[in-house]
Nanobody
């Protein structure tokens, strides 16, 4: 099983980034997918989630209206479009796959928002 995140980087406040996560080694279309983040000295925080078939999306209060999660089951990818980024969005972002008690994590990608 592999989850490989990409797309992180340094961006100015108000800017945008698009994170992607490429999945392999499991039946992607059967898993709900999530994005989490962890800032230095803080606990890991759930950011957004999407159901296995993509018919429902949910967001954490801190990102609602700014971030959009999407998935492509034909390409085994999940993405997170992040707009209107704030310094407090700075964190390592992790891709997560979950189905029942099975859960998989990526290695994370750094997002830094600073002027």
């Amino acid at each position: 099983v592999q989850l490989v995140e990409s797309g992180g980087g340094l961006v100015q406040p108000g800017g945008s980034l698009r994170l992607s996560c490429a999945a392999s080694g499991f039946t992607f279309s059967r898993y709900g997918m999530n994005w989490y983040r962890q800032a230095p000295g803080k606990e890991r925080e759930w950011v957004a989630g999407i159901t296995s078939v993509g018919d429902s999306r949910n967001y954490g209060d801190s990102v609602k209206g700014r971030f959009t999660i999407s998935r492509d089951n034909a390409k085994n990818t999940v993405s997170l479009q992040m707009n209107s980024l704030k310094p407090e969005d700075t964190a390592v972002y992790y891709c997560n796959a979950r189905r029942g008690t099975a859960t998989y994590w990526g290695q994370g990608t750094q997002v830094s928002v600073s002027s």
